[in-house]
């Protein structure tokens, strides 16, 4: 679970915006837990924007407008049925836990073909899972994409995933290799699978 400072506090025709000490991972459409800012603003709420501008209210036909000669950074806004709040300073916090399930520890059985797993392997493969979850999940949200945390977006998505829970599980026990000063040469390095990021559908690897 990430938390994130409140800095300052406003409410405009039911939308209430908190603005973060640091910038933060918080998505449209993912649930936020507000807290120690007032009875107003405290609550678990569904994010609708993250305003980049001072936000002063909407329309008639009830999009978002900002003062796009006021850039405010790190805002959150989120429903809230109230009066109206002036901006000023605030504390209080944002708690943001996104638990992403687009794979289980089956999926990532039936791809490695390893048939029914031990006690100790089902464990391990749902480790695997819930890393693999995360991380795709992510990745995803560091290239731009808005997701659902309980459906994956297509088949290829799901793919990937399961081929990063099945990475992972087939590094089980192993290491990366220690720096050397022999004359082996240098250490080999590791990255992410090509193919497991054109699944994703995140960027390439950076070619000459």
């Known amino acids: 679970m990430a938390t ?3 800095t300052n506090k406003y409410l405009v025709d039911n939308y209430a915006v ?5 910038p933060n991972e918080i998505a449209v459409g993912q649930s936020i837990t507000v807290a120690g800012v007032d009875a107003t ?3 678990t709420a569904s994010v609708v924007a993250i305003p980049q501008y001072l ?11 900002y003062d796009y000669q006021i850039p405010i950074q790190n805002q959150v806004l989120y ?3 109230a009066d109206d709040v002036e901006r000023v300073a605030a504390s209080g916090t944002i708690a943001y836990n996104p638990v992403c399930t687009w794979i289980t520890a089956t999926n990532i059985e039936d791809w490695l073909g390893i048939g029914t797993a031990t006690a100790a392997d089902t464990t391990f493969l749902t480790q695997c899972a819930s890393a693999a979850n ?5 990745r995803r949200q560091e290239a731009g994409y808005v997701d659902s945390l309980t459906t994956s977006p297509s088949g290829d998505v799901t793919l990937g995933t399961i081929q990063y829970g099945g990475a992972l599980y087939r590094q089980r026990g192993s ?10 040469g240098t250490a080999p390095t590791t990255g992410l699978s090509p193919i497991i990021k054109q699944l994703l559908g995140i960027s390439r690897p950076q070619v000459a």
Not at 134 to 138: L, Q, S
């Open 4 to 6: 994130y400072t409140v």
């Open 18 to 22: 908190l603005q973060l000490l640091t």
């Open 41 to 43: 603003f405290n609550g």
């Open 55 to 65: 936000f002063i209210g909407v329309d008639t036909q009830g999009d978002l407008l």
């Open 79 to 81: 429903a809230k049925t």
């Open 134 to 138: 995360a991380f795709c999940y992510r």
């Open 175 to 184: 290491i990366d290799v220690f720096a050397s000063f022999s004359e082996m």
